[in-house]
Every structure is written in structure tokens, then in C-alpha cells.
């Protein structure tokens, strides 16, 4: 037998921490409920993609983005779009968006890089993955780039999942490639909140969350590819 341990990196940087301060200080890092560091890959449209450990809370998503210890800035000199704070399944956050917290209303780059604030907000955290969207970007065509590979990655074990990640797909290509219908935007909708919980493991919402939160943010922008389609009748159910 070869048994393997397999680590996170991310716990161990944290060991590192722990050891050389002890677990009482340690726990001094970060914010209340959300102590200690964590490992943030910045990527996307930002001038200074890279990995940086924080501690937890202790930045904002204005700070990893435009700070020079961080980003750097939106490359090219373009405007912010959207964020997509902790993954590719989390849910997406768009520029210029203000959300409740406690009694202030917080600009979406003054939030708290933390587990619980982006509870909070409806997204999460996740693996600590940031990616930038610039004002350059189709939105359509960014999602369209996840539902690809969902689509893909499905072990094919749940219905909901194997046949919904495959119809996402395959309406998202028909709507970057000139074939978007007026119902689309609903379509997708649809399909999305008829995976997640209904699947045995979390791929169901892993593939439905940037769909539905894509199409929701920016659903002008969805509904806009079928005023730009030339050949409408041609489009067909996936």
C-alpha cells in the first residue's frame, strides 16, 4: 500500500502560522468568526494577477483589486465590471452594486474580504479565487465560458445536473453564436434553479449559481443578444 496525504496549501501556510506563533495569537489574525489568513489567487482583468495571503477580513475587494500590494489596478485602463469573489460557482458581483451591512450601506469595493460579510451579500468565498471582469468584456460570452466547462465536468451520476449543465451549454453557444431567442434569458433561469439541491453533491449548484446570478445581474445584457440575432427562426431547443 502507498497511502498519500493530501493537504490543502492553504492549511498549510496556515500551520506555518500556527507553529511559529502559537494558536492564541494566531487566532488574533483576522476578524472575529473569521480568524487567522487566507490565500487569495487574484486573475482576470487586473494589471498584477497573482497570489497574495491576507488576513482574513482585514482587506477589501477595492484594496485586492487596486492597490499596488495587490492588482494593481483594472488593466488597459478599462472600467470595473463585475467580480467574481471566491471561485467560478460562487455568484457574481457586479460593479457599482451597495449592499446592507449592519446599519451602513457598503459599496461592493469597501466589502470585507471574509467568509461571512460575502455570506452576507449573497456569494461567498469559496477557494479564495478572484477573477476581474473589465468593462471589455461580453458578459454573455464570460458565462458562456463557465457553462463550457460545467458541462464538461459533470460526472453524468444526476439527471439535473448531467442534463441541465448540457442545455445551459448548449443555449449559451447558440446565444454567442447568433442564434439568441427573446425567452432565452428565462430559459437559462429556468434550468438553473431546477439543479441546484436536487443533485447528491454540490456540482448541482456549483454549475447553476453563475447562471443564475450572471443572468440576473446583467440580464439587459442577455436579453439584448436577441435583438442582435439575424437568423431567429433557425434557433432551436437545446
Known amino acids: 500500500m502507498c497511502p498519500t496525504i493530501v493537504n490543502n496549501v492553504e492549511t498549510l501556510c496556515n500551520v506555518k502560522h500556527i507553529?511559529?506563533?502559537?494558536?492564541?495569537?494566531?487566532?488574533?489574525?483576522?476578524?472575529?468568526?473569521?480568524?487567522g489568513t487566507r490565500l487569495i489567487s487574484l486573475s482576470g482583468d487586473v494589471k498584477q494577477p497573482g497570489y497574495f495571503e491576507i488576513e482574513t477580513g482585514k482587506v477589501t475587494l477595492g484594496e485586492l483589486i487596486y492597490d499596488e500590494n495587490f492588482g494593481g489596478g483594472v488593466r488597459d485602463g478599462n472600467g470595473l465590471q463585475a467580480i467574481i469573489p471566491g471561485?467560478?460557482?460562487s455568484k457574481v458581483l457586479r460593479a457599482g452594486e451597495t449592499f446592507p451591512i449592519g446599519e451602513d450601506e457598503v459599496d461592493l469595493l469597501d466589502v470585507p474580504y471574509d467568509f461571512d460579510t460575502l455570506m452576507k451579500i449573497g456569494t461567498m468565498s469559496g477557494s479564495g479565487a478572484i477573477i476581474v471582469i473589465d468593462d471589455s468584456r461580453n458578459i454573455v460570452e464570460c458565462l458562456a465560458n463557465l457553462a463550457e466547462f460545467y458541462a464538461h465536468e459533470s460526472c453524468g451520476q444526476c439527471t439535473p445536473c448531467r442534463?441541465?449543465?448540457?442545455?445551459?451549454?448548449?443555449?449559451?453557444h447558440r446565444m454567442t453564436h447568433g442564434g439568441a431567442r427573446t425567452e432565452d434569458?428565462?430559459?437559462?433561469?429556468?434550468?438553473?434553479?431546477?439543479?441546484?439541491g436536487r443533485t447528491v453533491c454540490?456540482?448541482?449548484e456549483a454549475c447553476s449559481w453563475p447562471v443564475l446570478s450572471f443572468v440576473n445581474k446583467f440580464k439587459h445584457?442577455?436579453?439584448?443578444k436577441s435583438l442582435n440575432t439575424t437568423d431567429k427562426e433557425t434557433a432551436s431547443t437545446p
Not at 507553529?19 to 480568524?35: C, D, H
Not at 442534463?163 to 449559451?172: F, H, I, T
Open 202 to 204: 454540490a456540482f448541482g
Open 19 to 35: 507553529v511559529e506563533m502559537g494558536a492564541e495569537q494566531y487566532t488574533k489574525l483576522g476578524t472575529p468568526n473569521n480568524t
Open 87 to 89: 471561485g467560478s460557482s
Open 163 to 172: 442534463e441541465g449543465s448540457l442545455w445551459m451549454n448548449k443555449a449559451l
Open 221 to 224: 445584457e442577455f436579453e439584448a
Open 185 to 196: 434569458a428565462e430559459y437559462l433561469l429556468h434550468i438553473a434553479q431546477n439543479i441546484q
